[in-house]
């Protein structure tokens, strides 16, 4: 089952991965095992694809390192699920393929073992009993995280265009 | 509709009539800026790269005259490993045809892409530096992007934009006692203070994410000279704003006619009258006085009044900030027959080749030397802490660059205070903080001074 990571405002990229190792670790198994170390010292070993982030406001405050929505994505998260973002943060994470959900009504009404379900096409999430939307993804965005990045994407295009 | 500045420029950039805060459009921007970064860019696309040649002959997306690259960052090369990332860009540079490449000595990459015409109004600009929101001065949407994003844009040609919400902040001039000579008049400054004054004064009321991922319109403002422009929108990004931006009018166009670029190569783009702003701000430039931030974050504004007395180390005219004809020219309208303090260095670091030959005509650079001044390269210098007048622990730097985070300038033990040119003019006459009023220039030096 989707395990829900709740977290609350202000989570900054320090929280989300130690500027200790901005330049030592820059792969997906190099920043995976310190993931998180600093905000919730069970998530790295106990995160599982598929599984939610769900935070407050302002979530990837703070530096422009780009590890944090490296980690959350190789780490198989399907979404983090916000109230607000940090500008920086936003871009990072499209860029890496991480989906980003903003809608502080599904953070407010979650309560502890609420099944959390996302429709990213339709733009909708269930928190439990409880049906939300937020804005629809473009199909753009959306092809950019199925693709798994930015990268990946733009080469998948020039390839189509060929 | 009416419509913002942001919404009409990324529709007409995205093939839209018109777009909406918070929708995200593809758009094909008309530049892409990189730097000293350049290599680790592109080494993310190697493989993409192959052999080819050039962007044509690879089909890339992006025009070869798009790519604007300037080394800046750390010139000459301070080390054996700067001078082989320089070559390795050199050698992108010439297999992949790109036009725009300007070597070590032009110029702070900012300044290069003003003044050589890059940046026009109407504009869609990235860069792969945060401070590339400078040419809003001149009418430009420009916006920095992280590698990652620079190496796809190369690929394609294209990227994705959120649409930003606006923040409307009116500039309103009174009847403002200035300088008192006819050309120094037309600052529309009280004396002793500049626009540097002004933008560290919004960022300090604002916050450092007052603006984020917002676009903030300047209006009213065509009492300031494009220099002045230039100083404001380059500190956008330090209120979190991902553009900042100015009407373009008669002065834009002097300017550009003065660069050599053609009236009908650019078409201006402005808001409209009744355009909806998530925030509305009015600032009486009478009311602002000369400020300066202290370390360690950009809105930690305070009056120059509450820091005098503080000892300085180190002084720095100069960067993308501050470091034009203009500023060495009022600096030099207060250091002029005077020393700077025992125990006090002063730096300068023209923000472009062209600046500096203006600076030196104007006799601004001599009298700073005079003065006991140190003539760096034109480049980023100490702004970024990488060589050049990095500082010891326990030191302080009144600068007029535009960021004091902790360690910017090389050292965590150090501080940073940020300030106009003409407090750290009459600074390191002092050897410590000094209001700029207490050294106003004298009548001779006026006329060459301008706020
Ligand atoms: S002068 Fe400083 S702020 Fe400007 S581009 Fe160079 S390092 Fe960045």
Redesign the pocket.
């Known amino acids: 089952m989707t395990k829900i990571w709740r977290y609350g405002d202000d989570v900054n990229t320090d929280m989300l991965f130690p500027g200790k190792y901005t330049y030592s670790c820059s792969t997906a198994e190099q920043i995976l095992p310190h993931l998180l170390e600093d905000l919730d010292p069970a998530f790295a070993a106990g995160v599982r694809p598929g599984d939610i982030l769900l935070a407050g406001k302002n979530f990837g405050c703070g530096s422009s390192r780009e590890q944090p929505a490296l980690g959350l994505k190789a780490a198989g998260v399907e979404a983090v699920v916000a109230k607000s973002y940090s500008r920086i943060f936003y871009r990072a994470a499209i860029n890496q393929g991480l989906l980003l959900v903003e809608c502080p009504e599904a953070v407010e009404a979650y309560r502890d073992g609420d099944e959390v379900r996302l429709d990213a096409a339709a733009g909708t999430i269930a928190v439990g009993e409880r049906e939300f939307s937020f804005p629809i993804l473009p199909p753009e965005i959306l092809a950019i995280r199925d693709a798994g990045g930015l990268l990946p994407y733009a080469r998948a295009k020039l390839r189509s265009q060929s | 509709m009416a419509q913002t500045f942001a919404e009409k420029i990324l529709a007409r950039k995205s093939g839209r009539d018109e777009v909406r805060p918070g929708e995200i459009v593809i758009v094909r921007p008309d530049r892409l800026l990189s730097h000293d970064n350049t290599a680790a860019i592109v080494g993310k696309i190697d493989a993409d790269l192959g052999d080819r040649t050039d962007f044509r002959a690879a089909k890339m997306g992006l025009s070869p005259s798009a790519h604007v690259v300037v080394l800046?960052?750390v010139v000459p090369a301070a080390s054996q490993k700067d001078a082989e990332n320089h070559k390795a860009i050199r050698a992108y540079v010439g297999r992949c045809g790109v036009e725009n490449f300007f070597d070590v000595g032009v110029g702070?990459?900012?300044q290069v892409m003003v003044e050589k015409g890059l940046a026009l109004p109407g504009m869609l600009v990235v860069g792969s530096?945060s401070?590339t929101c400078m040419y809003g001065a001149l009418g430009v949407f420009s916006t920095g992007v992280d590698r990652t994003e620079a190496a796809a844009l190369i690929l394609t040609g294209e990227t994705w934009l959120k649409v930003p919400e606006s923040i409307r902040i009116d500039l309103r001039t009174g009847a403002v006692p200035t300088f008192g000579s006819p050309k120094v008049g037309l600052s529309p400054f009280l004396t002793g203070v500049t626009a540097k004054d002004l933008i560290l004064s919004i960022i300090g009321l604002l916050g450092a994410d007052g603006a984020n991922y917002q676009c903030v319109e300047f209006h009213g403002a065509g009492g300031l000279s494009i220099d002045q422009r230039l100083t404001v929108a380059n500190m956008g990004v330090e209120m979190g704003a991902k553009a900042a931006v100015f009407a373009v009018d008669r002065r834009t166009q002097e300017y550009l006619d003065s660069i050599g670029v053609a009236r009908d190569r650019y078409e201006p783009v402005w808001a409209d009258e009744d355009a909806e702003y998530s925030r509305r701000l009015e600032i009486d430039l009478a009311a602002i006085g000369p400020v300066v931030a202290k370390p360690h974050t950009v809105d930690n504004v305070v009056p120059v009044e509450e820091v005098e007395g503080v000892t300085i180390n180190q002084c720095l005219l100069g960067?993308?900030t501050n470091g034009r004809a203009s500023d060495f020219e009022l600096a030099a309208s207060i250091l002029r027959g005077k020393r700077i303090a025992r125990g006090t260095r002063l730096l300068l670091a023209p923000a472009s080749r062209e600046e500096l030959r203006k600076s030196i005509a104007s006799g601004a650079i001599d009298a700073l030397l005079a003065a006991g001044a140190t003539l760096l390269p034109t480049g980023?210098g100490p702004?970024?802490g990488a060589h050049q007048g990095v500082l010891a622990p326990g030191e302080r730097c009144l600068s007029t660059?535009?960021?004091n985070f902790k360690g910017r300038m090389g050292c965590a033990e150090a501080e940073i205070y940020l300030a106009s040119p003409a407090t750290v003019a009459a600074s390191a006459i002092e050897g410590k903080i000094t209001d700029p009023r207490k050294h106003l220039p004298s009548p001779a030096s006026r006329e060459r001074g301008r706020g």
């Open positions: 800046d960052h702070v990459c900012h530096d401070h960067a993308c980023c702004c970024l660059s535009n960021r």
